[in-house]
């Protein structure tokens, strides 16, 4: 048997999750007149997350809206990327707050993007403006199957990856 606890846990859990499924709603129409709408993600705090795409020919841009909070007509999270050549996209920008999942869920897609266009390799910089939080952005690349030289005299770096 429940305790009164445990059903308050989970009414409260449920009506959470309808509430973001109706901002979801709400928040999609709004964004799918201006992006691409590409897909529907949770994050680890188990968040509702639109994913959504602005793309030319020469560049792109993956972002996330977090259904907890209502779209205000600009991200919570982008990756800015270029097509730098046939061979590889570059990654510009990385921009958000961290540790929230959503460079992870973000970073899945921007592959899939680069899969979509038959392009195996995915690279960045690691600028010395990134250095004070270097050691996540390791990590983070790490995670995510990329290989990193890092330069500590220069506080630079390279990352790449391969399909």
């Known amino acids: ?49 639109i994913v959504y795409k602005d793309e030319n020919k020469h560049q792109c ?5 977090d259904c907890s909070t209502s779209f205000q007509g600009i991200w919570d999270f982008s990756i800015d990327a270029v097509y730098t050549n046939d061979e590889s996209i570059f990654i510009g920008d990385i921009r958000g707050p961290s540790n929230k999942g959503y460079g992870s869920i973000c970073i899945q897609y921007l592959k899939e993007l680069a899969a979509d ?7 960045g910089d690691i600028a010395p403006r990134d250095w004070d939080h270097v050691d996540r952005l390791i990590h983070f690349y790490e995670k995510h199957d990329f290989e990193i030289e890092v330069n500590t005299a220069t506080k630079t770096g390279f990352i790449e990856w391969r399909a």
């Open 1 to 49: 048997m429940q305790s009164v606890m445990e059903r308050t846990e989970q009414e409260t859990g449920r009506d959470r999750l309808e509430f973001q499924v109706l901002r979801m709603q709400n928040d999609m129409k709004e964004i799918a007149k201006k992006w691409d709408v590409v897909g529907v993600e949770q994050t680890k705090e188990e968040n509702l997350t």
């Open 61 to 65: 841009k993956i972002m996330l809206n």
């Open 117 to 123: 266009h038959n392009i195996p390799v995915i690279r």
